[in-house]
């Protein structure tokens, strides 16, 4: 994984708190991603950022809450070990350091055996606070990612978030082949 990729991933979720909002997806409806290969149900009460969703990536915004998250499919080729799991989260160490954030949690590997990798971090970036996991999974051999960051400092309110993150991770699915 590159560090742009990263990089990318922590600074998306962060801007779409400033994002406007698109219609979310119809309840127990499906998103799709990579022109339908991959499918996952979105979370209840979200919304769609407008602007930072594309064919790879599905950007939502809680509605009523400090939720943010952005789901994306990564390349055939991207690594989801723990070589891998390291270097992200050195990479996202050094971005703290580099943005000069106020790290509360430094990102740390979390064990949990439905991801291939589990990231969590607390941190005050401009003024915001944010507490996000990251996690990473294969859906049928495609690498995903989703990262879900709680803008709030209540613990249990962004336990809450992080739960929703993992289930709408925990939902996708590989749906078909592209012809």
Same mark, same amino acid.
């Given at each position: 994984?590159?560090?742009?990729?990263?990089?990318?991933?922590?600074?998306?979720?962060?801007?779409?708190?400033?994002?406007?909002?698109?219609?979310?997806?119809?309840?127990?409806?499906?998103?799709?991603?990579?022109?339908?290969?991959?499918?996952?149900?979105?979370?209840?009460?979200?919304?769609?950022?407008?602007?930072?969703?594309?064919?790879?990536?599905?950007?939502?915004?809680?509605?009523?809450?400090?939720?943010?998250?952005?789901?994306?499919?990564?390349?055939?080729?991207?690594?989801?070990?723990?070589?891998?799991?390291?270097?992200?989260?050195?990479?996202?160490?050094?971005?703290?350091?580099? +943005? @000069?954030?106020?790290?509360?949690?430094?990102?740390?590997?979390?064990?949990?055996? $439905? &991801? %291939?990798?589990?990231?969590?971090?607390?941190?005050?970036?401009?003024?915001?606070?944010?507490?996000?996991?990251?996690?990473?999974?294969?859906?049928?051999?495609?690498?995903?990612?989703?990262?879900?960051?709680?803008?709030?400092?209540?613990?249990?309110? +962004? @336990?809450?978030?992080?739960?929703?993150?993992?289930?709408?991770?925990?939902?996708? $699915? &590989? %749906?078909?082949?592209?012809?």
């Amino acid at each position: 994984m590159s560090l742009k990729m990263a990089l990318t991933a922590v600074f998306l979720t962060l801007a779409l708190a400033w994002m406007p909002l698109g219609a979310g997806a119809p309840a127990g409806g499906t998103a799709k991603l990579l022109r339908g290969q991959i499918e996952y149900t979105p979370p209840d009460g979200w919304e769609l950022a407008v602007g930072s969703s594309n064919e790879s990536t599905g950007a939502w915004v809680e509605k009523d809450g400090p939720g943010i998250l952005a789901i994306q499919a990564l390349p055939g080729n991207a690594m989801v070990d723990q070589s891998a799991a390291r270097a992200i989260v050195k990479q996202l160490h050094d971005s703290h350091m580099k +943005a @000069k954030d106020e790290v509360v949690l430094e990102p740390s590997l979390e064990t949990d055996d $439905r &991801f %291939a990798i589990r990231i969590h971090e607390r941190f005050k970036h401009k003024e915001k606070f944010a507490d996000e996991l990251h996690l990473y999974k294969l859906v049928g051999s495609r690498p995903c990612m989703l990262t879900v960051n709680a803008v709030t400092e209540d613990e249990a309110a +962004a @336990k809450k978030v992080h739960g929703v993150g993992e289930e709408t991770l925990l939902s996708a $699915r &590989f %749906a078909k082949k592209v012809k």
